[in-house]
């Protein structure tokens, strides 16, 4: 019903900043919960960040408080994530995921391909 596609992945030195931006194509974007997750190999996948459908309500993993800003242009069916002060630790496959606003459930329904975000130091 949505497709994702992320972008803006790239390699930065510590400290610095990167913006991803997730693209959706199809209906209704305003009625989906974004979210952005990332994965490292011999790792779980953990969620970064999530919005909800009208930006009243975000969420931020620890990890990344205070350096992270997740946000969404419905106008343009966009999503985003702006990484400040990257660490290291913060290199990972970066996945754009939705999920209906009417879902019962807390697991994300769509998914993108993944954009690779490497920082070093």
């Known amino acids: 019903q949505v497709q994702l596609v992320e972008s803006g992945g790239g390699l930065v030195q510590a400290g610095g900043s990167l913006r991803l931006s997730c693209a959706a194509s199809?209906?209704?974007?305003?009625?989906?919960?974004m979210a952005w997750f990332r994965q490292t190999p011999g790792k779980e996948r953990e969620i970064v960040a999530a919005i909800n459908w009208n930006s009243a309500s975000t969420y931020y993993a620890d990890s990344v408080k205070g350096r992270f800003t997740i946000s969404r242009d419905n106008a343009k069916n966009t999503a985003y994530l702006q990484m400040n002060s990257l660490k290291p630790e913060d290199t990972a496959v970066y996945f754009c995921?939705?999920?209906?606003?009417?879902?019962?459930?807390?697991?994300?329904?769509?998914w993108g391909q993944g954009t690779q975000v490497t920082v070093s130091s």
């Open positions: 995921a939705a999920r209906k606003i009417t879902s019962p459930s807390r697991e994300y329904d769509f």
């Open positions: 199809g209906r209704a974007f305003n009625s989906y919960n």
